[in-house]
């Protein structure tokens, strides 16, 4: 496999294109998952939609589990990579899927075992929600050590400037998704009704051939894969430094998703309606957060092979080349939401008393796409530098706003929308915030204070090589 960009020399613009679609389109196929889910679980009903929502939050949460090691191994297999020593790199992606599997195993086992008390977190109305839900998260949850695979692959990757086979293994998995759906949610020939539980099937279904068709393009790399090898004990020095980079990014993810949880239980309060509304709302604004965040994973891999070889100018052009991208990018999806809320929700709920809640939720949150792709983008290109305690920080004090802020807003006369404005204003917050944030940065750049951690991991004697 030969087609990977050269992220260290030649075109800035170029180079991050031919990085960046790939994943972005990744990405929105990755969106496309959720949203088919949501097309067919909508004709079930609001309140089937209001029981994947629910049990969807906890494998949302799992997302900032995994990052521990998806980012920390994208980030120093993409420094060491910058540095010309490849065998490291190697090393150091052995360890973070061995990272992966161990925390898929734990968190499945946790959803699988605990999935009725931690939905109870929610105070859902009725008991069919309930057990919709509760069939939802045990599947979905419990095997979600799939779904942690195939991220930490994406990011390893895009380390090595390679994102062609993520968005193919993806596009294959979408494929098996759009046909499992509707034959295990409504149950064609041979097969039951399943409802919430048919699409979890379908997805955890969809992930597995995705983890398979990257397994092959894996034993197809000679850049980065072919020297990986998977140990029976996994080397610790390696794990440490992964989650020195890795673990401030897994509690911004964590903590995010968790404030978004304690917003669905006031959210809740609305009824079950409101509660649908905010699981299919967020899911078609994620044609913006989730394109941003996959552009934010090609600067991060950019920002980092640069920083690694010392190569200063090509990181503060590339993040401006990128600002400017995610600027076209923020002012088309606000002009989406903002004007075409209507027919674009009714997709997926025709409900007479429910669409009005939608638009409004697809209306208000438009107006803040611009600056939430700015920071997202930004978030990539400072954990490329590992600065991702920064990242966290910053995120986890803004994104905490939100909770009074809904609370306040929520009880006065905007009602459930005020709800929505906490989330809108926040984001502004955060956009502003990162880009002046990085402008700082960008200013002692010309001088670094230290050079990337080599990290170097002494040679395990249990080496197995299976990739």
Not at 84 to 98: D, L, P, Q, S
Not at 158 to 169: C, K, M, R, V, Y
Not at 210 to 224: E, M
Not at 277 to 282: E, K
Request: charge should be positive.
């Amino acid at each position: 496999m030969k087609k990977n960009t050269d992220l260290l020399h030649g075109n800035i613009l170029a180079a991050l294109t031919r990085l960046a679609v790939p994943i972005m389109a990744t990405s929105l196929v990755q969106m496309a998952y959720n949203l088919t889910d949501m097309a067919w679980i909508g004709r079930v009903g609001s309140s089937a939609v209001a029981a994947v929502g629910a049990a969807g939050m906890y494998t949302w949460l799992s997302t900032g589990v995994v990052t521990l090691a998806r980012m920390g191994g994208q980030v120093k297999v993409a420094q060491l990579l910058g540095t010309g020593n490849k065998k490291e790199a190697a090393r150091f992606a052995g360890t973070a899927i061995e990272l992966t599997i161990a925390l898929g195993i734990l968190y499945g086992l946790i959803m699988a075992l605990f999935a009725g008390p931690l939905l109870g977190f929610f105070a859902l109305p009725d008991q069919g929600t309930v057990d919709q839900a509760r069939s939802y998260l045990m599947i979905a949850g419990g095997l979600i050590l799939f779904s942690f695979l195939n991220q930490t692959l994406t990011g390893l990757f895009t380390a090595i400037g390679n994102s062609g086979p993520t968005f193919l293994a993806n596009c294959i998995g979408l494929a098996a998704n759009m046909i499992l759906d509707p034959v295990l949610i409504f149950g064609v020939g041979p097969f039951p009704v399943l409802g919430a539980a048919g699409a979890a099937i379908a997805t955890v279904t969809a992930q597995m051939i995705v983890t398979l068709s990257l397994v092959c393009f894996v034993r197809r790399d000679q850049v980065l894969f072919h020297q990986v090898r998977l140990k029976a004990k996994m080397e610790w020095h390696c794990v440490r430094s992964i989650a020195k980079i890795g673990f401030p990014a897994a509690v911004q993810n964590s903590v995010y998703c968790g404030i978004s949880m304690i917003l669905t239980r006031f959210v809740a309060s609305f009824g079950v309606t409101a509660v649908a509304v905010q699981r299919v709302g967020g899911q078609v604004e994620s044609i913006s957060w989730m394109a941003a965040e996959g552009f934010g994973a090609a600067i991060n891999a950019f920002v980092a092979q640069n920083y690694g070889g010392g190569k200063y100018d090509r990181v503060k052009k590339g993040y401006f080349c990128a600002a400017g991208l995610m600027t076209i990018w923020g002012f088309c999806t606000t002009s989406i939401l903002v004007f075409l809320g209507e027919p674009i929700f009714r997709l997926f709920i025709t409900e007479p008393d429910v669409v009005p809640v939608g638009v409004d939720y697809l209306r208000i949150l438009g107006y803040g796409q611009l600056l939430m792709c700015i920071e997202l983008m930004t978030v990539g290109a400072l954990s490329g530098l590992g600065k991702t305690l920064r990242c966290s920080v910053i995120s986890i004090i803004l994104t905490s706003a939100r909770i009074p802020m809904a609370m306040f807003l929520g009880h006065t006369s905007l009602g459930l929308s005020g709800i929505w404005w906490a989330l809108t204003i926040s984001s502004t917050m955060k956009g502003i915030v990162f880009f002046i944030n990085y402008l700082l940065v960008l200013k002692k750049m010309n001088v670094p204070t230290a050079l990337p951690d080599t990290g170097k991991c002494k040679k395990g004697v249990d080496e197995i090589d299976i990739l």
